[in-house]
Structure formats: C-alpha cells, structure tokens
C-alpha cells in the first residue's frame, strides 16, 4: 500500500479504538459518579416497650407493656397505657416522630420523660439502652431459672375498660379458670384490675406480663373493682402465684 493508505488505516483504527473505549469508560466513571460513599446508620436507641402508637387525641404517644424486667422503661415507672407527651424536651405528637427520635438519640443516653396516666401529667428519667442490651434482658427473662408465674385465667380474655365514677382505666377478667391461683384467692369473673403488686394496671398486655414476671409461689397483693349487687367496692385480694 502506499503511504497514504497506511495514513488512512492508522486513523481509523485510532477513532474506533477510541469510540470502543469510550463506550467502556463512560458506564463505568457515570456508576463511580452515582455510588458515592454512604454513612453507616446510627444505632438505635431503645427503652424497652412495645411498638408506639400514636394516643387517641392525636397528642403523645402510647404503648401497651414494659417488655422486659429492669429495661429503662421498667426503671422509670413507666407501664402500659401511658401516654409519652415530651421525650428529651421535645414535644411528641405521634408514633413516626418518636420512632425518628429513638433512631437520632444516643445510646446511653439520660432523658427526661412527661407523661400522663389518668389524665394526670408525671415525670421521670430514663437512659436508654441498645437494641442488643435489650435482647439479653428479655433472655435474662425468658431463662429465668424460677419459671414464669402463673394467675389462672385465660391470656389475653381481658378488656381495658374505664372504672365507672373514677379517671382510672383497668383491665377487667372475663373468665377466671377454676382451681388456679386467682379462683383460689376469690378473684371473679368481671373484676377490673387497677393494681398488681406495687405495679398500676391499665392494659391487658401490661397486667399479662407482670403476671408473667411475678415469681412463682409468692403472694401479690391485687387490687380490683368488684360490681356487689349494682355497687362498686374496690378490694385488695392476696394471690398466690402458680408456676407455669
């Protein structure tokens, strides 16, 4: 060929080399432009309730159990049926704000907590704590050597009910199971539990787990609302716990 001819192929093969490694470099700076770097994700913080719902009046969060003994909630004094109306100074209004504020508070951290119970507004403190400090304290329960206590009635067959000419709500049984702890101790059907222990009862899901965490073979003092003939007597029963 002449040197015009080697001229022409030299070019060629120059523009297609170039036009075939454009076409494999472009993908690959446009995928290294969009990846860029992403943060690793704040750990969590927990106090030991179940999930937060939003309250009825739409002002606060609430909750129905403590989860786990000696949790930050557990610490507190908090139990089911509060309702969480300020988190570390921040005014709460429903459940997706608490749940971000869980996600940006610091694990360990000390907060003060307003609430109201009854309509009445309290306070307490609390730090909190992982999720997997979490999960080793409801292990440390679920393998508790002194077994679960038991109550005797079914779980669950219980509302949350409102004790007639008071501000209290309590979880009111409906079938107590004969022969167990509460058929023993004279507790009866349609009773309304405000009280287990030391322990205000304002849910099914918190009267179930301190049941639960009640230690088999002791003695609680339970306080109920008892309908005797159209009047309302309250009453203090001594139970003595089952083992499950």
């Known amino acids: 060929m002449s040197g015009m001819a080697w001229v022409f192929v030299a070019l060629l093969v120059f523009f297609v080399g170039a036009a075939a490694f454009t076409a494999i470099i472009t993908p690959i700076r446009q995928n290294i432009r969009t990846v860029g770097i992403v943060a690793p994700a704040r750990p969590k913080s927990f106090i030991g309730v179940n999930d937060f719902d939003t309250a009825e009046d739409g002002v606060g969060v609430t909750f129905d159990s403590v989860d786990a003994p000696d949790s930050p909630a557990d610490k507190a004094g908090l139990v089911g049926g509060d309702i969480i109306t300020s988190f570390d100074g921040q ?65 669950g067959d219980a509302d949350r009910v409102e004790v007639p000419g008071t501000k ?40 179930l787990m301190r049941v639960r965490r009640a230690l088999p073979y002791t003695t609680v003092n339970l306080t109920v609302y008892r309908d005797e003939q159209g009047k309302l007597s309250k009453i203090e029963i001594p139970v003595k716990m089952g083992k499950m």
Request: proline content about 5%.
């Open 168 to 207: 209290l709500h309590g979880v009111q049984l409906k079938r107590i199971r004969q022969s167990l702890p509460a058929d023993l101790a004279g507790v009866k059907n349609g009773d309304i539990v405000v009280q287990f222990g030391d322990t205000p009862i304002r849910t099914p899901e918190e009267f």
């Open 91 to 155: 005014q709460i209004h429903d459940e997706d704000q608490m749940s971000d504020l869980m996600a940006n508070t610091p694990i360990g951290k000390t907060v003060d907590v307003e609430y109201l119970r009854d309509g009445e507004k309290k306070t307490t403190k609390l730090t909190t704590i992982s999720q997997q400090d979490f999960r080793r304290l409801t292990q440390q329960f679920d393998k508790r050597p002194e077994g679960r206590g038991q109550f005797g009635y079914d779980d």
